[in-house]
């Protein structure tokens, strides 16, 4: 069976045909580095590395390039870098900031046994490229320069009769009607309602470099154009996929794809425009205001990362998701089970029954319940299709071992516990033997007897 992939711009799922098979090259947008990532903010970050292991599998470890940037220059950040760092020079809190929050942000993702990708590209590093790709468009009537701002227009790359593709097919938005419906307090330099920035100038105090354009004041980069020159720098004119949350079509993936396909001709930035649904919590929309804003630094301090994972692939990528800890609780729950019965045998290779739904533009939901099915019959082949899917990365003792860790519940105690209790049973004394199992209950910690001895495990 080949891999089918649904695209967002042509509204099919298509076999993927990667442009050179030794080199399928994949960009996600990447976080903005200025607060603790949240639990939505994981959904791209499992399922795009589910898709990476995937081509890995399918097209060799050496020959799937996969780039995820990190945005290191934001009003967000510099907002958060002088509040929390009021008596540093702003250029040295931003640093912090970035470099906290750069780190905080692999912490989390590597406990949710996502890999890194091959290139975590940083905008901050990439501003040569961006001020070459504004050059080309403003060479090419598609950008203009007006008071220290650089914009690029919509129209112009829409009147352009060449085989460019149309602004707005992406986010099957029409130019006409977005010209008529926007804003009216429109910037007095922007010559079309539409335009958009790829170039700013900064305050005094604020991270700057030398701008394009002929543009004497310094300035620094509008959001948009750092993707197209990391993807630029490190894939190419054009590749294979382009993934990010929903939320990221419009207007960010729009003005990408009209920026890169303007600068270098080309029909197309990505072939398969991919994008994951929002993840919502206990069927409210995750705010700070409501409350129910969860990071995954918060929840990384109650379950295992891998219950986590488990739990957003439950949801195809494409839906939208309700987070609950309902559900958490019984994914926990499936990964003790398999970690008990699958970690520690010799995996062999990723079942079919996992691989096939997989296949059809990742239908993890299917993938999981064939994980269900090999339980009973089969579980090397359990064992290497959760591997495929980026679990059991711990051996069983160490498993059960987090889990006491973060329970609480010392394992000392746990075995002096059953030792009185072993020794109460051989003297008959069921009352003192039941009080200690009761007791152990209490703790959390459920007992089993059987002809080998007692075992025991924290319950959840
Ligand atoms: P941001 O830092 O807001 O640009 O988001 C980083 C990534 O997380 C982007 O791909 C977003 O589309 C994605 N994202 C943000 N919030 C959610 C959410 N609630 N559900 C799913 N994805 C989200
Ligand atoms: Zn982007």
């Known amino acids: 069976m080949e891999l089918r992939l649904y695209d967002t711009l042509t509204k099919e799922k298509r076999p993927f045909v990667p442009l050179d098979a030794k080199n399928v090259r994949m960009y996600v947008c990447g976080p903005t580095v200025y607060d603790f990532a949240h639990i939505g903010n994981a959904r791209p970050v499992i399922v795009f590395d589910v898709l990476f292991r995937l081509l890995r599998h399918l097209y060799g470890e050496a020959h799937v390039k996969y780039v995820r940037n990190i945005t290191d220059v934001d009003d967000k950040i510099n907002d958060r870098a002088a509040r929390d760092f009021p008596g540093l020079p702003l250029n040295e809190a931003i640093r912090k900031v970035t470099e906290q929050t750069g780190k905080q942000f692999h912490a989390d993702v590597d406990a949710l046994g996502a890999l890194r990708p091959s290139v975590e590209p940083r905008a901050t590093e990439h501003i040569a490229e961006m001020r070459e790709i504004i050059e080309r468009l403003i060479a090419g009537g598609f950008a203009y320069a007006a008071e220290d701002h650089v914009l690029f227009s919509p129209q112009a790359m829409n009147a352009a009769n060449s085989s460019l593709p149309r602004y707005g097919a992406l986010s099957n938005r029409s130019l006409d009607?977005?010209?008529?419906?926007?804003?009216?307090?429109?910037?007095?330099?922007?010559?079309?309602?539409?335009?958009?920035?790829?170039?700013?100038?900064?305050?005094?105090?604020?991270?700057?470099w030398p701008s394009p354009a002929g543009i004497k004041a310094e300035g620094r980069p509008g959001w948009h154009i750092e993707c197209s020159a990391m993807a630029w720098k490190h894939l190419g004119e054009h590749f294979d996929i382009h993934g990010g949350g929903i939320d990221l079509v419009f207007p960010h993936h729009?003005?990408?794809?009209?920026?890169?396909?303007?600068?270098?001709?080309?029909?197309?930035?990505a072939n398969y425009w991919m994008h994951n649904g929002f993840l919502q919590v206990e069927s409210e929309k995750m705010s700070k205001s409501l409350g129910n804003f969860i990071t995954i630094h918060e929840l990384l301090k109650d379950w295992p990362g891998e219950a986590l994972r488990l739990n957003m692939l439950k949801t195809h990528y494409r839906s939208p998701i309700d987070w609950t800890m309902k559900s958490l609780e019984e994914s926990a729950r499936t990964l003790d089970d398999w970690y008990r019965v699958a970690a520690d045998v010799v995996p062999g290779g990723p079942a079919a029954s996992v691989v096939e739904p997989l296949l059809d533009d990742l239908n993890t939901p299917?993938?999981?319940?064939?994980?269900?099915?090999?339980?009973?019959?089969d579980i090397a082949?359990?064992?290497?299709?959760?591997?495929?899917?980026?679990?059991?990365?711990?051996?069983?003792?160490?498993?059960?071992?987090?889990?006491?860790?973060?329970?609480?519940?010392?394992?000392?105690?746990?075995?002096?516990?059953?030792?009185?209790?072993?020794?109460?049973r051989a003297r008959?004394?069921?009352?003192?033997?039941?009080?200690?199992?009761?007791?152990?209950?209490?703790?959390?910690?459920?007992?089993?007897?059987s002809k080998e001895g007692t075992t025991w495990e924290i319950s959840r």
């Open 381 to 424: 082949g359990l064992a290497g299709s959760l591997r495929l899917l980026g679990f059991l990365s711990e051996s069983a003792a160490q498993w059960e071992g987090r889990k006491q860790q973060a329970s609480g519940v010392d394992a000392k105690e746990v075995e002096r516990l059953i030792a009185e209790r072993t020794a109460a």
């Open 177 to 208: 009607e977005m010209i008529a419906g926007a804003r009216v307090d429109v910037a007095p330099y922007k010559k079309g309602n539409t335009d958009f920035v790829l170039w700013k100038p900064s305050k005094p105090g604020e991270p700057s």
């Open 428 to 449: 008959k004394d069921f009352k003192e033997s039941d009080r200690i199992r009761d007791l152990l209950a209490a703790m959390g910690v459920a007992i089993k007897d």
């Open 366 to 377: 299917q993938a999981i319940a064939a994980l269900h099915g090999l339980r009973s019959n």
């Open 254 to 269: 729009e003005n990408e794809v009209a920026q890169t396909c303007c600068a270098f001709h080309q029909q197309r930035m």
